[in-house]
């Protein structure tokens, strides 16, 4: 913590952060030196905040990065009603931050960003926010550098709007064609009542684009157009729109170059207009004429009370006019109450050469005169009005010491009845204050009768609702319970069929048993012939060998003896043959033997498991029996996943130790641990005890997990509840989350582009299965994102964390269902589930949009990055937008141009034109 001086304080980053966490309607940190570093504690701080309305951040010069940070916190803040960031200098990169804020955010009713150096690009981006906002009243974008350019986006965005009533353009560099396209915007816009526009170079053409507006706007009371360059044209063309329009009621043009002619053109608009009571025309360029014109025009008009004319070229004559008109209504004081009609200035020669210049073009041409005669004339006039003035010198001489007199007389009459008027103000206030504590008395006791109305009617509707909510479960357990009877005949059926098919296999293995010991049998039979053989064939060697040496002389002996030699080799060669095929025979029968032990043992495997789910229906069957008497005890989640004692699971995770934790999430902490019995890694979700939301959550996720068995869902295997404390234990996925994956967490390998479609194929056919596997309603995930779809060891992907999970009657693709508890995150919340509650078919497609965006570019969700691929997608630009990490290769460029086509469709404005589970899934795995 530093001081500066003067006891100002400067907060450290984390003192900055409590400070704003903890703060309860306004607060203000104009000037208080937060650069880009504490501005992020700022930004983090207002996602967590419920309670703070209004913050004041003007003068802290924290740039884009802290704008980017606070935008961020202001798109999960779900409390803010004000923000002002005026002198910030956050630039276009800044304002385009706050731009994707306001398309997510449903509570800021005001923001102001004048002095921050924002230019077209900013003003562009500021825009296309406005067409989707439905909160913003008040935006100030003053004394930026918008431009002509920025101020066609803000025309756009006017035609469209629909909440807002206040916009400052004040000082933003607007000529006469940014004059003209907002002229446009307000031509068609029904909800903006005030815009501030001065001190731009709108000029006569621009001033004549916003009259033609004022004739056919219905709804704006006050526009500012000051120091805008505009002369008699202009102020003879916002006359004309004042003839005709019925709402403006306040209209501001000093500091311009409004003469005679066009104060003689608004005098004539007010005698027929009955709705402006107030007219800025001081800092002009008007003379007695237009003065005198104006007088004439106060003397019918009922409606002016405030006309300011200081700082123009009127003389006595004009003021006289003013101040004789007779209206009792219209003040001329100045912003500090003085006269502001005594208030003048001479013309320069400068302001002397352009009157004469506009007098000139408006001049009507006079008859000539003789002027020696009408000299002599005025001399003679003259010496008469001097003798007539001496005279009346001297009569009023006489009658101001009679009024002396009488002005002391009136004095002590005039203090009587300042008290009496006095005492009827007080009467008045009081008699105002009464009827002011009657209506308020009267609207409260209007408003808790309609409330106490409103809540019988709940009430009643509650009771009715609850009635048919137990109909309806009695039903449906009904169902359930003929559904699992037939499943249990017709599991019976295939046991019965699977055991004959086990015995038909155990008779053939038996008999391949056989088989393979009579084989054996020959062939060792064969082995000792041939060993016969080779005995045999030794004592013929040695039989031939003596032979040799007794009757060398006895070739034909010998000849004989060598053919019966070779026949014998022959008959041997023959025998070895036959051997080699008896043993490849023989080899062949055991690998065929192998697999028929395999097949048999895989038939064991699939006979226990049908026994053990045979045993769970038997005890599902036995549960429902037991709770069809009284439905309201009835659990509501099924009893089939095993319950564990609390104790079991301290001892594993070490009484839930830190270097046992995996994560921490909205409704509690992740651990890892491996239970007692054959080491198993599980993932323990511990709810957080003090979270009522906590405990929806378990119970809505434990009712949903007992439901759903498929590859693609995460499976629940047992859960712990004792007193406040619960905890689920699901199967772990060593691989983490997809978001985890795509940030190279822990330093792990990038997804390649293989793993990164098979896990959109995963998850389509995981949600496929979410919202079909029951036929009579429809369910909704309502938190499907990357953080919640993780990966086992394989990298397949699982969807998880049930705990929003909705259901609702069966629903086709244009029904919906609404609800006012929107929860989830955001940015993956598609327009009308955000912003009205409508819950679809297509909901969760619209966050399986992002999700594949995400898998294509590992960017972070929004609206920006939506954008962002429309334009590359429109420019042939993907590649460009893709992860960095991916290096495609031709093969793989048609099955990344699909899957932007397709997250592109999931993200589509219209629910309806999004596609559906079953055919994204058909799709990508076709």
């Known amino acids: 913590m530093s001081f500066l001086g003067f006891g100002f304080t400067r907060r450290t980053p984390r003192e900055l952060y409590d400070h704003v966490k903890n703060a309860t309607g306004y607060l203000s940190l104009s000037d208080s030196l937060i650069r880009a570093t504490e501005a992020q504690s700022v930004g983090e701080a207002l996602k967590v905040n419920r309670t703070l309305t209004k913050i004041n951040l003007n003068e802290n010069l924290f740039g884009p990065a802290g704008a980017s940070a606070i935008a961020e916190g202001l798109s999960m803040n779900q409390g803010l009603t004000n923000l002002y960031v005026n002198y910030n200098e956050i630039g276009d990169a800044g304002s385009q931050a706050f731009a994707d804020a306001l398309k997510v955010n449903r509570t800021v009713k005001e923001l102001l960003l004048q002095n921050n150096l924002i230019g077209e690009a900013g003003a562009q981006a500021i825009s296309e926010s406005l067409k989707v906002n439905r909160t913003l009243t008040t935006i100030g974008l003053g004394w930026n550098e918008i431009g002509d350019a920025g101020a066609k986006a803000i025309s756009e965005s006017l035609k469209v709007n629909r909440s807002l009533t206040c916009i400052g ?247 009587e009845l300042q008290q009496l008027r006095s005492n009827f103000a007080a009467k008045d206030q009081e008699l105002q ?43 449906a357990k009904d169902q359930e319970l003929q559904q699992l009877r037939s499943s249990l005949a017709a599991r019976s059926q295939e046991l019965a069929s ?57 070739d034909q002996k010998l000849i004989a003896k060598d053919q019966r030699l070779a026949a014998k080799d022959q008959e041997l060669q023959q025998l070895r043959s036959d051997l080699a095929t008896k043993n490849q025979k023989l080899i062949v029968q055991d690998q065929e033997l192998a697999a028929k032990d395999q097949e048999l043992q895989q038939i064991r495997s699939d006979l226990a498991f049908k026994d053990t789910e045979l045993k769970s229906a038997f005890g599902r069957i036995e549960v429902l ?58 993932a323990i979700k511990k709810l957080s005890a003090e979270s009522k939301q906590g405990a929806a959550e378990f119970k809505s996720e434990l009712d949903s997990l007992s439901k759903f068995r498929h590859a693609n869902i995460i499976a629940i295997l047992s859960y712990a509840e004792e007193g406040d404390e619960r905890c689920l234990v699901y199967e772990f996925m060593p691989n983490g989350s997809v978001r985890d994956r795509l940030n ?75 609800t006012q508890n929107v ?56 590649v460009e937008m893709l992860d960095s990490v991916l290096k495609p290769t031709e093969a793989e460029l048609p099955s990344i141009s699909e899957l932007v086509t397709l997250a592109l469709e999931c993200l589509d404005e219209a629910a309806d034109e999004r596609p559906s589970f079953g055919r994204l899934l058909a799709t990508l795995d076709p």
């Open 625 to 682: 029996e037991r709770s069809q008497p009284a439905l309201e005890s009835a659990s509501s989640f099924d009893e089939t996943i095993p319950r564990v004692p609390f104790a079991v699971l301290v001892s594993a995770t070490n009484n839930f130790a830190a270097d046992s934790l995996l994560g921490e999430g909205a409704f509690g902490r992740v651990y890892g641990a491996s239970l007692p019995g054959p080491p198993v890694a599980v």
């Open 169 to 415: 353009l004040t000082g933003t560099h607007i000529g006469t064609v940014g004059a003209q396209a907002i002229a446009e915007g307000l031509a068609v816009n029904r909800t903006l009542t005030s815009i501030g526009f001065g001190e731009n170079q709108i000029g006569d053409a621009g001033a004549k684009a916003i009259a033609e507006a004022l004739k056919v706007n219905t709804t704006l009371t006050c526009i500012s157009l000051i120091q805008s360059q505009i002369g008699d044209d202009g102020a003879c063309a916002i006359a004309e729109a004042l003839k005709v329009n019925t709402t403006l009621t306040e209209i501001v043009l000093y500091t311009n170059q409004i003469g005679d002619v066009g104060a003689q053109a608004i005098a004539e608009a007010l005698k027929v207009n009955k709705t402006v009571t107030k007219i800025h025309l001081q800092q002009n360029q008007i003379g007695d004429a237009g003065a005198k014109a104006i007088a004439k025009a106060l003397k019918v008009n009922t409606t002016v009370t405030t006309l300011r004319l200081w700082d123009n070229f009127l003389t006595k004559a004009g003021i006289k006019a003013l101040k004789q008109t007779g209206n009792i209504l219209c003040s001329f004081v100045d912003s500090i109450g003085a006269d502001g009609l005594d208030q003048q200035r001479v013309p320069s020669p400068a302001d002397l050469a352009q009157i004469a210049a506009r007098a000139a073009a408006n001049a009507q041409p006079q008859p000539s005169v003789d002027l020696a005669t009408e000299n002599q004339q005025s001399r003679s006039d003259l010496a008469d009005s001097d003798q007539k003035v001496a005279a009346k010198d001297q009569k009023v001489a006489a009658k101001d010491q009679k009024v002396a007199a009488e002005d002391q007389k009136l004095t002590v009459n005039d203090q």
């Open 823 to 878: 929860q989830g995150t955001a940015v993956y919340m598609c327009p009308e589930f955000l912003f009205e509650g409508r819950m679809t078919t297509k909901t969760d497609v619209f966050a399986f949009g992002l999700i594949l965006l995400e898998l294509l570019t590992a960017a972070k969700p929004g609206p920006r990055l939506k954008n962002e691929m429309r334009k590359a997608v429109k420019n042939q630009n993907i």
């Open 744 to 818: 190279l967490k822990n330093n792990t390998p990038p997804l390649t582009w293989s793993q990164r479609h098979r896990i959109a194929v995963d998850v389509s056919r995981g949600m496929h299965y979410v919202q079909t596997a029951f036929p009579d309603h429809a369910l909704f995930h309502l938190d499907l994102k990357t953080d919640n779809v993780l990966l086992d060891a394989h990298f397949n992907a699982k969807v998880s964390d049930f705990g929003l999970v909705r259901a609702a009657k069966h629903l086709d693709e244009k029904s919906y269902v609404r």
């Open 433 to 475: 204050q009464l009827r002011s504590n009657f209506a308020a008395k009267s609207q409260e006791y209007t408003t808790k009768l309609t409330a106490k109305d409103q809540e019988l009617q709940q009430l009643r509707s509650s009771l009715a609702a609850k009635s048919q909510e137990y109909t309806t479960k009695l039903t």
């Open 498 to 554: 699977k055991g004959k098919e086990l015995a038909t296999r155990d008779q053939r293995l038996a008999t391949k048993d056989q088989e393979l010991q009579s084989l054996r049998s020959n062939l060792a039979a064969k082995n000792k012939e041939l060993a016969t053989k080779d005995q045999r064939l030794a004592g013929k060697d040695q039989e031939l060998q003596h032979l040799r040496s007794d009757h060398s002389g006895s």
